[in-house]
């Protein structure tokens, strides 16, 4: 590929165009990335550490952010400063009704659907003791987006609905679900209201400003769980909110096969893409990077990748451990049982 000055924020992309990045430590043997599209980042760091002997895998679930801390650098040349936004006062919150409000925002952003989706489910342990999960149905950035006791009114409105996960008994998805890959949560978030703690976990990388937090939610502590769902499970006492790891092997194995036959059939996407958009009548000049595209050999890597997963599969695997990430400052962290 081209090479890049680390040092020159130009030289970057930002979260809006970047959608991976690999940073390879020679010294250490540690290899640490995020991607936008893949197979869930606990079965690729397995696969990694399993076909790259000696060598520690580590995700990034902030995206670039924890890519350029890690590295050192100062991730505002390359991200941008935060967006301030509205104030709380100015976003109206004593003058609509929090659960009116919350529920508009939140359906709002899946208007296509028939109530909210699966995308996201969201436990909040009340001043009282109680805990209720219920399905949120919108990412991260939203809900940093939103005055935190909006939220708490939403999932305290479903506690007194009986509104829970999709399943009977509050599980996450139904029995004729259970065998469907996207009817499953990508992202989940417990909220400690006595004690003031935001914890949350992802199956994908978050890439907006976190400084929302401080402006929404003042004096909670974020806490980053990484991929680490069964710390909710625990928390909430619920359970079923992913999928048995062997299906998720199986899904996994069934994305790679079509990855491999598409790098097979289009050896440089962008000038795949451009030829594409040529037949619409669509005029396109290519950067000259594209034109130094290096193919990755994915029939011969792919083959032991899907060998490794065939083992696991074989093997009836009934859990693969959380993720070692990343997080917002750089630091590494290790898997626990625990919060960070």
């Given at each position: 590929?081209?090479?890049?000055?680390?040092?020159?924020?130009?030289?970057?992309?930002?979260?809006?165009?970047?959608?991976g990045?690999l940073?390879?430590d020679?010294?250490?043997?540690?290899?640490?990335?995020?991607?936008?599209?893949?197979?869930?980042?606990?079965?690729?760091?397995?696969?990694?550490?399993?076909?790259?002997?000696?060598?520690?895998?580590?995700?990034?679930?902030?995206?670039?952010?924890?890519?350029l801390?890690?590295?050192?650098?100062?991730?505002?040349?390359?991200?941008?400063?935060p967006?301030?936004?509205?104030?709380?006062?100015?976003?109206?919150i004593g003058?609509?009704?929090?659960?009116?409000?919350c529920?508009?925002?939140?359906?709002?952003v899946?208007?296509?659907?028939?109530?909210?989706?699966?995308?996201?489910?969201?436990?909040?342990?009340?001043?009282?003791?109680?805990?209720?999960?219920?399905?949120?149905?919108v990412?991260?950035?939203?809900?940093?987006?939103?005055?935190w006791?909006?939220?708490?009114?939403?999932?305290?409105?479903?506690?007194?609905?009986?509104?829970?996960?999709?399943g009977?008994?509050?599980?996450?998805?139904?029995?004729?679900?259970?065998?469907?890959?996207?009817?499953?949560?990508?992202?989940?978030?417990?909220?400690?209201?006595?004690?003031?703690?935001?914890?949350?976990?992802?199956?994908?990388?978050?890439?907006?400003?976190?400084?929302?937090?401080?402006?929404?939610?003042?004096?909670?502590?974020?806490?980053?769980?990484?991929?680490?769902?069964?710390w909710?499970?625990?928390?909430?006492?619920?359970?079923?909110?992913?999928?048995?790891?062997?299906?998720?092997?199986?899904w996994?194995?069934?994305?790679?096969?079509?990855?491999?036959?598409?790098?097979?059939?289009?050896?440089?996407?962008?000038?795949?893409?451009?030829?594409?958009?040529?037949?619409?009548?669509?005029?396109?000049e290519?950067?000259?990077?594209?034109?130094?595209?290096?193919?990755?050999?994915?029939?011969?890597?792919?083959?032991?990748?899907?060998?490794?997963?065939?083992?696991?599969?074989?093997?009836?695997?009934?859990?693969?451990?959380?993720?070692?990430?990343?997080?917002?400052?750089g630091?590494?962290?290790?898997?626990?049982d625990?919060?960070?």
């Open positions: 590929m081209h090479r890049l000055n680390a040092e020159v924020a130009n030289e970057w992309l930002d979260d809006t165009w970047a959608e990045a940073v390879l020679l010294s250490l043997r540690r290899l640490c990335w995020f991607e936008s599209e893949g197979l869930p980042p606990r079965i690729t760091s397995t696969l990694l550490e399993q076909t790259w002997d000696g060598w520690m895998a580590a995700w990034v679930p902030v995206g670039m952010r924890g890519i801390r890690f590295l050192g650098l100062d991730p505002i040349p390359v991200l941008g400063q967006v301030k936004g509205e104030s709380r006062d100015e976003a109206g003058l609509l009704s929090p659960h009116w409000v529920s508009a925002k939140i359906n709002g899946v208007e296509e659907k028939q109530g909210i989706s699966n995308d996201s489910l969201m436990s909040v342990r009340f001043a009282d003791g109680t805990v209720w999960t219920t399905a949120l149905g990412w991260l950035g939203v809900v940093a987006e939103l005055p006791e909006w939220v708490i009114e939403f999932v305290r409105q479903a506690q007194a609905d009986g509104r829970a996960g999709a009977p008994g509050g599980a996450w998805a139904t029995d004729t679900e259970r065998h469907e890959e996207s009817n499953w949560a990508l992202e989940g978030f417990y909220v400690d209201v006595p004690n003031r703690r935001f914890s949350w976990w992802s199956k994908v990388h978050e890439t907006h400003h976190f400084d929302s937090f401080r402006r929404n939610w003042p004096g909670f502590t974020i806490i980053e769980l990484g991929d680490n769902y069964e909710q499970e625990r928390s909430a006492g619920i359970s079923g909110i992913q999928p048995p790891v062997v299906d998720a092997l199986r996994a194995r069934n994305d790679l096969v079509r990855a491999i036959e598409r790098g097979r059939q289009e050896a440089n996407p962008a000038a795949s893409a451009a030829a594409k958009l040529a037949e619409q009548g669509v005029k396109v290519l950067s000259p990077w594209t034109e130094v595209h290096v193919p990755a050999a994915r029939r011969i890597a792919g083959k032991r990748v899907l060998a490794e997963i065939d083992r696991l599969i074989d093997a009836d695997v009934k859990q693969l451990s959380p993720v070692r990430f990343l997080n917002t400052k630091d590494l962290i290790e898997p626990c625990g919060e960070q």
